[in-house]
């Protein structure tokens, strides 16, 4: 009598990719078909969706067993790589002890929970060269379903009424997030695009369309900024700039400078692209919400409970509910106060330097330099939207499997040549390189 034989790697896989497709609303978005929306609902939101809740306990669960028994916890070396992002997450968790709604905190932060894991997960089992590829393309084919159900199902796929009436949203229950989703697809790939690798191609075209579909002044921005800042490192990679640090460093003040510069003109560039430069609508609500920040500015009102609390209830009553303050930074402020913040700051820091040193030393330095770029594009489009620490984000999850290391492989392996990578099957998982391993 035959058996069936399952390898192990095909259940990670098949985990993985379920875990991809939950985070990313596609199943999400099948299971709510027929349903009404929760976004801008305040019952609803605050409750949750029980299928979502089962989907993150697995998400949750499979991770932790997973890392128990391959002894991660036990490591000296994942708590040194990781100890900034612990600190945040024990931040988070200890805003319980003073939260206006512990349990609603408590559901919020085994939520966040469930998407560290994930990514944990997924950055121990994949190269950084395979992760940028199956994320880049799983959003790019998210994308491709929401562009197929535009033609069969406009009114979903599409926003009606309002000024934003007409523009695409796709599988994504908010046009913007999913318009930036799409731009860092497009900025995981571009490594591989460089290596005109199909896949790669074909789904960075239909995150492109869904972009351009969306009427999305902040993907277009993140696109041409990503890929200036990446073929800006890339070219100093290819001239081997990289290989000395003090050389390195001096070119990356450069940019910084650059970058200053460009800022000190934001007003003049928004306005050639026909938007209002004030982002009046986000500044209005930074300022209604400032006297509840100065009021909890040092610890906040525990994790996702600002909007559960009786401060928040003059706020809804006069201008509905929001669901968050649309700056990553204003959120942290109302969840955790001034402790909370400066352990999100501390956290950027040590994910831009993880990729920093790694591009310095030549490990998968294309590769790096990509996810050095997205990085430092989340800092700053936390600014303007709920990005870190959203648990509901895919930007999160994306960020979070960028910075997390695990060193249970020591061997380092040289950087392949674009020769090397054109020969490779599109997709193929590369060698383990040390600082991801």
Request: charged content about 15%.
């Amino acid at each position: 009598m035959s058996t069936l034989e399952i390898r192990y790697s095909t259940l990670r896989d098949a985990f993985t990719l379920f875990g991809v497709l939950f985070y990313i609303q596609v199943i999400t978005f099948v299971l709510s078909l027929g349903g009404a929306p929760s976004f801008g609902d305040i019952d609803k939101d605050l409750e949750g969706n029980v299928a979502n809740q089962i989907c993150g306990l697995i998400t949750l669960l499979v991770p932790l067993f997973f890392f128990i028994r391959n002894k991660v916890f036990l490591s000296k070396t994942f708590y040194r790589s990781n100890f900034f992002l612990l600190m945040f997450m024990l931040c988070v968790i200890a805003s319980i002890g003073w939260s206006h709604d512990p349990m609603l905190s408590f559901k919020r932060i085994i939520a966040m929970l469930s998407v560290v894991f994930f990514a944990g997960f997924i950055a121990y089992n994949y190269p950084l060269e395979k992760i940028t590829f199956m994320l880049g393309c799983a959003i790019g084919v998210a994308a491709l379903i929401g562009l197929m159900l535009a033609v069969v199902m406009p009114d979903v796929a599409f926003l009606s009424g309002g000024i934003r009436d007409g523009a695409f949203k796709g599988v994504f229950a908010e046009k913007n997030a999913g318009a930036r989703l799409n731009a860092i697809a497009i900025l995981l790939l571009l490594p591989m695009i460089r290596q005109r690798n199909r896949w790669a191609l074909f789904c960075s075209f239909f995150s492109l369309i869904a972009i351009l579909l969306a009427q999305s002044a902040t993907g277009v921005a993140l696109i041409i900024s990503g890929t200036v800042s990446y073929w800006y490192f890339l070219t100093l990679i290819r001239l081997r700039i990289n290989r000395s640090q003090w050389l390195f460093f001096g070119c990356t003040l450069v940019f910084l400078l650059a970058c200053l510069l460009l800022y000190s003109h934001v007003a003049w560039l928004v306005e050639i692209a026909g938007r209002d430069p004030s982002l009046t609508d986000r500044t209005l609500i930074w300022e209604l919400l400032a006297p509840f920040v100065d009021q909890q500015w040092f610890k906040g009102y525990g994790f996702g409970a600002f909007w559960a609390s009786p401060d928040a209830n003059a706020f809804i009553h006069r201008w509905g509910y929001i669901g968050n303050a649309h700056s990553g930074y204003v959120e942290t402020l109302l969840n955790g106060g001034a402790i909370q913040l400066t352990a999100l700051a501390l956290l950027l820091g040590e994910a831009l330097l993880k990729q920093y040193r790694a591009v310095t030393a030549n490990q998968a330095a294309r590769f790096r330099a990509s996810a050095l770029v997205i990085i430092g594009l989340f800092v700053v489009t936390n600014y303007v939207a709920y990005v870190i620490p959203n648990y509901r984000s895919a930007e999160f999850l994306v960020f979070c499997t960028l910075a997390l290391s695990f060193r249970h492989h020591h061997a380092t392996f040289p950087e392949l040549s674009p020769t090397a990578l054109r020969q490779r099957p599109s997709g193929e998982g590369l060698a383990r390189d040390s600082a991801q391993a």
